[in-house]
């Protein structure tokens, strides 16, 4: 499509309001003066749009006699999808028009509306500075004692904001060629799908709020790049979805990659997602890349000045960002790239902020939980105890809430007794397979670290006491803690704390467990009292346990040291006695 920019390209980003769709009831609202272009190329624009099946307000024909002409249109403004403002020398001189133009800037932040203006035998900077016809507009309303000056404020500043945006000029240019482009710009944006989200969102508005002011923080003119990251399954793809759809058409291409660290493994990987992210950008089906370099100035050669909003879902390499979305000048002014991770390390050195996810609060859990369990917000009459339990043993991640509570609909409280006593011993699978990705992303000497803090510690765990096991273990050297943090596998309290999601710690304790299954003797690390004494009363302790027992009170480690003392000669006590 053959965009005629003004001077200035600020279409600006919308604010968040509300998580919910907005029902159109017209798919374009059209404004301009009547005397001016209303048999002419309004009515050629609007017969057009017609034609092509794009439902159109136009005021002389949508208007029901006897109606309050002013609330009408405010309210058509609203139920509109697109407006196309047909900017002519007599708009200012028409209250009516600045009253619709105003109402249009106002629901373009809020949001609800696109505008495409049409700049019809006048210079966009007459609009932006109201020169020329605009000037001598605004001196007669100034006159009129009827109209406020805070009134004429505002009309001058939806001035200023709508002739920003980039349009078609009309000065000597086909209008029929004008009206053809206008018609396949409405009918790509009219035929652009949103990303489907599935299920009912529960605390989404704050995190979507909260990217759309990082969004905002940089100038409309500058290209902004932004991160979400935190652990799995806390919902950084379904935030990006969510900001995905709210801000999409604000962007002349858009592009939603999915899934980065699964489709980028392999030799051609990377090739396929370039060839992805290029065919949705340009909106060619056959795009042809012989290799990773090729691919990379194809973007920028092709992007540079186009304003793009291009999703990345999922990333964990820098060769995946490098080959994608390199530098900010691969895209054109007003470009966003929103990137998820669980690695920060990685997004700090590609991107300009960082959105970290959160849990979800109790309130939000339990109705996400209770929606999957009962399709309703709210625990059903005998299951609210249990209800509580299964949203404490999630502790606010949503994927564990979606999948033990899609598990238990239609279950009896018998079913979901079973199921919650059975957790502690066998956890979810499909939760802790996401979960696990984390670890494996680890090197060899930081799996081992996070298996230490995952089975020896609980809930907080003071820095303090993670320094003394890094001094007095076989750690090496440049080992940090703050690789977990990065990793989204560890949470900074505050300075002198950190603190480890349940289900993580579920995960590693899981992981050591299959290194044995049924001789604990066996495995690197042992945290239960039964399996200790076991251990040392059946003689299977080996050099398995590499790392150390973990017992939980000091009743455990007087009944541990005491049976240990009886059956076991001086040299065998070489334990790590970690005691929380």
């Not at 053959?2 to 404004?31: E, G, I, N, Q």
């Not at 249109?73 to 133009?101: G, Q």
């Not at 609210?384 to 009896?412: H, I, Q, T």
Request: charged share 25%.
């Amino acid at each position: 499509m053959a965009f005629m920019t003004t001077s200035t390209d600020k279409t600006a980003l919308p604010s968040s309001s509300s998580s919910s769709p907005t029902r159109w009831k017209y798919d374009v609202f059209l404004s301009f003066h009547g005397e001016d272009t209303r048999k002419s190329f309004t009515a050629h624009l609007y017969t057009a749009l017609e034609q092509k099946g794009i439902f159109t307000f136009r005021d002389d024909e949508k208007l029901e006699r006897g109606q309050y002409i002013s609330l009408e249109l405010l309210k058509a403004i609203k139920e509109s999808k697109y407006a196309i403002i047909v900017f002519s020398i007599n708009y200012a001189f028409s209250n009516w028009c600045l009253i619709e133009l105003a109402k249009i800037a106002e629901c373009m932040k809020e949001n609800r509306l696109i505008v495409f203006p049409v700049f019809y035998h006048v210079d966009p900077s007459h609009i932006r500075n109201q020169k020329g016809t605009f000037a001598e507009a605004f001196v007669k309303h100034g006159e009129d004692p009827n109209i406020h000056i805070k009134k004429i404020q505002t009309w001058r500043a939806a001035l200023e904001e709508v002739g920003n945006i980039a349009g078609w000029h009309l000065h000597d240019r086909d209008e029929s060629t004008a009206i053809k482009e206008i018609i396949e710009t409405i009918l790509s944006q009219l035929n652009r799908t949103c990303l489907s989200i599935s299920g009912k969102l529960f605390g989404i508005d704050s995190p979507v709020d909260q990217m759309i002011k990082n969004l905002h923080r940089k100038n409309s003119d500058g290209v902004c790049f932004v991160g979400i990251c935190g652990m799995g399954g806390i919902g950084k793809t379904t935030l990006a979805e969510v900001v995905f759809n709210r801000i999409r058409n604000q962007f002349q291409a858009t592009s939603f990659i999915d899934c980065v660290r699964e489709k980028s493994i392999g030799y051609h990987g990377l090739i396929s997602l370039q060839k992805q992210l290029l065919s949705q950008i340009l909106e060619e089906e056959k795009i042809n890349i012989q290799d990773v370099r090729e691919g990379m100035n194809m973007i920028k050669n092709r992007l540079f000045s186009r304003k793009v909003l291009i999703i990345l879902d999922d990333v964990d390499k820098e060769q995946q960002l490098e080959a994608l979305t390199g530098n900010h000048d691969w895209f054109g002014p007003g470009s966003r790239i929103i990137i998820t991770s669980r690695d920060r390390h990685l997004l700090k050195r590609h991107v300009d902020y960082i959105y970290m996810a959160t849990v979800l609060g109790h309130a939000n859990a339990m109705q996400l939980f209770c929606w999957k369990a009962f399709k309703n917000p709210y625990p059903k009459e005998n299951y609210v105890d249990l209800c509580k339990d299964f949203v404490e043993y999630a502790n606010g991640l949503p994927l564990a809430l979606k999948v033990l509570g899609s598990s238990l609909y239609d279950r009896g409280t018998n079913e979901w007794e079973s199921a919650r006593d059975k957790l502690k011993e066998n956890p979810n699978r499909e939760v802790l397979d996401i979960l696990e990705i984390g670890f494996h992303s680890l090197g060899v000497a930081e799996r081992k670290l996070f298996l230490d803090i995952a089975c020896f510690f609980k809930r907080e765990i003071k820095k303090d006491l993670i320094i003394d096991l890094l001094e007095s273990s076989d750690y090496p050297p440049h080992i940090d803690v703050a690789i977990l943090v990065d990793k989204s596998l560890l949470t900074v309290c505050d300075g002198n704390s950190f603190s480890m999601h349940d289900l993580l710690q579920e995960m590693g304790k899981e992981i050591v467990q299959r290194e044995s299954p049924e001789v604990p003797g066996r495995r690197s690390r042992l945290w239960l009292l039964e399996d200790a004494l076991e251990t040392l009363s059946n003689n299977t302790v080996s050099a398995w346990i590499s790392q150390g027992i973990n017992l939980e009170n000091s009743y455990h480690l007087y009944q541990f040291l005491k049976h240990l003392q009886d059956i076991f000669p001086p040299y065998m006590l070489y334990f790590v006695l970690l005691v929380l």
